[in-house]
């Protein structure tokens, strides 16, 4: 097939935009995410003059800082809900179609409540959203917090994702895959949750990783691991070289004629970002998907 796959990278940590925007730029990528953890944090007009002059475009903004069902007063709700809306003007004003919204999770919260609490709060975000042409998306997340000792978190299976996306019926809320993540968590990260959520996939995060043990890498302090509180500690590493199958992935989601983006995620220690994102560009381009 002639069709390529969108690709973008998401942006490093403590890297200065303009920096990280010639790095993208110097690796043939045309897009890539940032994140707004709080009301200011993000310069409208510095960012978009910061996009436009490196020629790069934005393919998602991250709402992180407020994950909406770890809320609990009014107050703390309608933080929340505000920062997803803010969220909304910003991606639009940076002309960007895809925010991804957090849920999070409380302890004791049980599957059913849950997605009924996240349906409630989402339908608040979407007249928003439709009237600024955006989609809001919800990524399946490990439990990173240690604050879900019964696995029943929206964000942790592809079943309650699913039955999230029909409790609220809307184009303009889909899901963020991200197979990794569903592998951490100690699930099938593929090809199961891509049959089942295909329907409703809008954005996609491609990383790859690899347990991680001390007996065979070392010392936990050259990492930056991904750890899940009931499936242990990952590594991450390029794609291709770890425990997901991101060839058939990718051929998955171009054989299926999704047309959103892939943003390459490092995950990794500072100085091992660049490394990552570059090794992962030379696999991803060596398998033609992209």
């Not at 009014?74 to 919204?101: F, N, Q, Y």
């Not at 599957?111 to 608040?124: E, K, M, N, W, Y």
């Not at 919800?138 to 240690?146: M, Q, Y």
């Amino acid at each position: 097939m002639d069709r390529k796959l969108k690709l973008a990278v998401c942006a490093f940590r403590g890297v200065a935009l303009a920096d990280f925007l010639a790095f993208v730029k110097s690796n043939g990528v045309g897009h890539v995410e940032i994140a707004t953890h709080k009301a200011g944090d993000v310069d409208v007009t510095a960012t978009r003059n910061a996009l436009e002059s490196a020629d790069v475009g934005l393919a998602a903004l991250d709402a992180g800082g407020h994950e909406l069902l770890r809320a609990q007063t009014d107050a703390e709700i309608e933080a929340a809900l505000a920062h997803v809306r803010s969220s909304i003007r910003i991606a639009r004003d940076l002309r960007c179609g895809i925010v991804v919204a957090r849920l999070g999770h409380r302890p004791r919260l049980d599957t059913l409540t849950a997605i009924r609490q996240a349906r409630d709060l989402l339908v608040r975000c979407l007249d928003d959203a439709k009237a600024r042409d955006v989609t809001i998306v919800v990524e399946n997340r490990f439990d990173w917090r240690s604050e879900d000792p019964t696995q029943s978190a929206v964000e942790r299976r592809a079943e309650s994702l699913v039955a999230l996306m029909e409790a609220v019926g809307s184009e303009h809320l889909g899901i963020h895959y991200d197979p990794a993540n569903f592998h951490i968590a100690g699930l099938e990260g593929y090809p199961m949750p891509w049959e089942m959520m295909k329907p409703w996939i809008r954005y996609v995060h491609l990383k790859d990783c690899r347990r991680y043990t001390p007996l065979l890498q070392g010392s936990r302090e050259h990492f930056r691991l991904r750890t899940d509180s009931a499936n242990g500690s990952f590594q991450s590493v390029p794609n291709g070289a770890g425990a997901l199958n991101s060839a058939a992935i990718l051929a998955a989601l171009r054989d299926a004629g999704y047309d959103g983006f892939v943003s390459l995620e490092p995950h990794e220690l500072p100085h091992k970002d660049r490394w990552l994102i570059e090794e992962s560009l030379r696999y991803i381009r060596s398998t033609g998907v992209a």
